[in-house]
C-alpha cells in the first residue's frame, strides 16, 4: 500500500522559512515524479513545484526564486524549502507522486504565514 506522509508545516511569520518532507512508503520511489501543491480556503488546487525523475524542476511563478524542492531516493523522501514567505502562501500543501497514469497523494500539511 502506498503511503506519502507529510510533515513540516505550521505557522511562521512572514519572511520566514519552513521545510515541508514528504516521506514515502509502499513505492518504488526513484522511478516516479514528485511534486508539492497546495490548496487555500475557496481555492482550487494549484501546482507549487514538480521534480521529474532526472532531476528537472519547474515552479510555479508566485514561488520561484523562493521555494526549492529536492528529492532524496535513497531515503523515499522530497523536500520543499519555502523561503521568504508571505501570507499568500497560506495553504493546505500536498506531496504528490506520479508515473504514467499512477498518481498518489499525502494527506496534507496546514502552512500558515502570519503576523
Not at 510533515?7 to 516516479?32: D, E, K, M, N, Q
Not at 490548496?39 to 521555494?67: C, N, W
Request: overall charge positive; aromatic content about 8%; proline content about 3%.
Amino acid at each position: 500500500q502506498v503511503q506519502l506522509v507529510e510533515s513540516g508545516g505550521g505557522l511562521v511569520r512572514p519572511g520566514g522559512s519552513l521545510r515541508l518532507s514528504c516521506a514515502a512508503s509502499g513505492i518504488i520511489f526513484s522511478i516516479h515524479n514528485v511534486g508539492w501543491y497546495r490548496q487555500a480556503p475557496g481555492k482550487e488546487r494549484e501546482l507549487v513545484a514538480i521534480m521529474d525523475t532526472g532531476g528537472r524542476t519547474h515552479y510555479a511563478d508566485s514561488v520561484k526564486g523562493r521555494f526549492t524542492i529536492s528529492r532524496n531516493n535513497a531515503e523515499k523522501t522530497v523536500y520543499l524549502q519555502m523561503n521568504s514567505l508571505k501570507p499568500e502562501d497560506t495553504a493546505v500543501y500536498y506531496c504528490d507522486m506520479q508515473r504514467q497514469s499512477n498518481n498518489y497523494w499525502g494527506q496534507g500539511t496546514q502552512v500558515t504565514v502570519s503576523s
